[in-house]
């Protein structure tokens, strides 16, 4: 099983200023909707309202293969909204709308060999879930689980925060750690790809896999550096580029049995073709409004 940690939102897109499309979104969901599309076993972690647009959530979750049973329902709260507007290159620029205001409650997991947890974004930092994420990421730590953590921060961090402290925890975890260039500048004021590794290391980071929009996809390890080609496209999107590249590594992680034993020690091999693989997700969410690769996509693998 692969398990997903994140927020639930619906996406509102606009494009200079009209509206244009509606999708349930959330880093992490968009993950998971991915992965169910390819065929994985995967459980969602999150939370929604209990209207209309959290019921469409859950119907819409469970239309894709995505276990929601660790999905919280909060009686008489609406389920978070979130508007994207697109500037000239297609990025999204984000508000936010959100009611939750207690803490989220999530028991202990019982986790098997080669499950594997997915925690990303502004929701492995907030204050308000972070016993509950923390406890879930421990649980995963003792019990032998491969960690993946995907920050994607782009705003810089004070040291006396307490965003900060849960970023260096959340390092602490991680096993294999996805970062874009724009994250590395935010975090460790530097794009230097072998300082970042060299900065992760000192948490225990076995794997950076380290992204740079339209330029080169680089992976590094202890062992190996070693570069992916990004092919040019027309952007219509790059809303859930990032998680459904993340998708594309876990499918391939998942597959290829690979576990927190043995990520160390991955051959070149298994990168050369779960890199691409994910770069074509991540290609295929691009040219479309949706957050998630389409089943169209699926039918030419």
């Given at each position: 099983?692969?398990?997903?940690?994140?927020e639930?939102?619906?996406?509102?897109?606009?494009?200079?200023?009209?509206?244009?499309?509606?999708?349930?979104?959330?880093?992490?969901l968009?993950?998971?909707?991915?992965?169910?599309?390819?065929?994985?076993?995967?459980?969602?972690?999150?939370e929604?309202?209990?209207?209309?647009?959290?019921?469409?959530?859950?119907?819409?979750?469970?239309?894709?293969?995505v276990?929601?049973?660790?999905?919280v329902?909060?009686?008489?709260?609406?389920?978070?909204?979130?508007?994207?507007?697109?500037?000239?290159?297609?990025?999204?620029?984000?508000?936010?709308?959100k009611?939750?205001?207690?803490?989220?409650?999530?028991?202990?997991?019982?986790?098997?060999?080669n499950?594997?947890?997915?925690?990303?974004?502004?929701?492995?930092?907030?204050?308000?879930v972070?016993?509950?994420?923390?406890?879930?990421?421990?649980?995963?730590?003792?019990?032998?689980v491969?960690?993946m953590?995907?920050?994607n921060?782009?705003?810089?961090?004070?040291?006396?925060?307490t965003?900060?402290?849960?970023?260096?925890?959340?390092?602490?975890?991680?096993?294999?750690?996805?970062?874009?260039?724009?994250?590395?500048?935010?975090?460790?004021?530097?794009?230097?790809v072998?300082?970042?590794?060299?900065?992760?290391?000192?948490?225990?980071?076995?794997?950076?896999?380290?992204?740079q929009?339209?330029?080169?996809?680089?992976?590094?390890?202890?062992?190996?550096?070693?570069?992916?080609t990004?092919?040019?496209?027309?952007?219509?999107?790059?809303?859930?580029?990032?998680?459904?590249?993340?998708?594309?590594?876990?499918?391939?992680?998942?597959k290829?049995?690979?576990?927190?034993?043995?990520?160390?020690?991955?051959?070149?091999?298994?990168?050369?073709?779960?890199?691409?693989?994910?770069?074509?997700c991540a290609?295929?969410?691009?040219?479309?409004?949706?957050?998630?690769?389409d089943?169209n996509?699926?039918?030419?693998?």
């Amino acid at each position: 099983m692969i398990y997903t940690i994140g927020e639930t939102v619906i996406d509102l897109i606009f494009k200079n200023m009209q509206p244009q499309a509606a999708k349930v979104g959330g880093s992490a969901l968009n993950t998971s909707v991915s992965l169910g599309r390819l065929g994985n076993r995967v459980s969602f972690i999150s939370e929604i309202g209990t209207d209309e647009l959290g019921d469409w959530c859950k119907r819409f979750l469970a239309d894709n293969g995505v276990d929601a049973s660790h999905v919280v329902q909060y009686e008489d709260k609406k389920t978070s909204l979130a508007l994207a507007f697109l500037n000239e290159n297609n990025d999204a620029k984000y508000s936010f709308y959100k009611e939750f205001d207690k803490p989220m409650p999530i028991g202990e997991f019982s986790f098997a060999e080669n499950d594997i947890v997915l925690f990303s974004s502004s929701f492995a930092l907030n204050s308000r879930v972070r016993q509950s994420v923390a406890n879930v990421l421990r649980n995963a730590t003792e019990q032998g689980v491969l960690l993946m953590y995907d920050p994607n921060m782009r705003k810089k961090l004070s040291k006396d925060s307490t965003e900060y402290i849960f970023l260096h925890e959340n390092f602490g975890f991680a096993d294999l750690v996805h970062i874009s260039d724009e994250d590395a500048v935010a975090m460790f004021g530097t794009n230097n790809v072998k300082i970042v590794f060299s900065e992760l290391q000192k948490f225990n980071v076995k794997v950076l896999v380290y992204t740079q929009n339209k330029n080169d996809v680089v992976v590094v390890t202890d062992s190996y550096s070693l570069s992916y080609t990004v092919p040019q496209i027309q952007v219509v999107s790059t809303i859930g580029a990032g998680d459904t590249f993340n998708a594309g590594i876990l499918h391939c992680l998942s597959k290829s049995y690979i576990s927190k034993s043995n990520i160390a020690t991955i051959e070149r091999e298994f990168w050369d073709k779960a890199i691409p693989f994910a770069i074509r997700c991540a290609a295929n969410v691009c040219q479309s409004m949706d957050n998630y690769i389409d089943v169209n996509f699926l039918a030419n693998l």
